[in-house]
C-alpha cells in the first residue's frame, strides 16, 4: 500500500481544526501538531498511487487553513 508522510503550514488558529478534520478522513493513519517549520505532520496511507494521490490534493490540501504542504511519499 502506498504511504506518503505529509507536513502542513496552516493559517495562525486554525491547526486544531484542521488536525481534527484530518483524523476524520479515512486514509489518514496518523495526524499530529508539531513545532517548528510546520504545524502538522500526516501520515497517509491508500490502496493504490491514484488513491493517495486524490487523497491528498482532495481531501487534505484543500482544506480550508492549510496554507502549503510538503509532501513525501514512503518508499517501504
Given at each position: 500500500?502506498?504511504?506518503a508522510f505529509?507536513?502542513?503550514n496552516t493559517d495562525m488558529g486554525?491547526?486544531?481544526i484542521i488536525l481534527e478534520k484530518l483524523r476524520k478522513?479515512?486514509?489518514?493513519?496518523?495526524a499530529h501538531y508539531v513545532y517548528g517549520v510546520y504545524d502538522l505532520v500526516v501520515e497517509?496511507?491508500?490502496d493504490t498511487m491514484d488513491?493517495?494521490?486524490q487523497s491528498i490534493f482532495k481531501e487534505i490540501r484543500n482544506l480550508e487553513g492549510v496554507r502549503s504542504t510538503l509532501t513525501m511519499v514512503a518508499l517501504e
Open positions: 500500500m502506498p504511504k505529509i507536513m502542513l486554525k491547526e486544531r478522513t479515512p486514509q489518514v493513519n496518523k497517509v496511507e491508500a488513491a493517495l494521490k
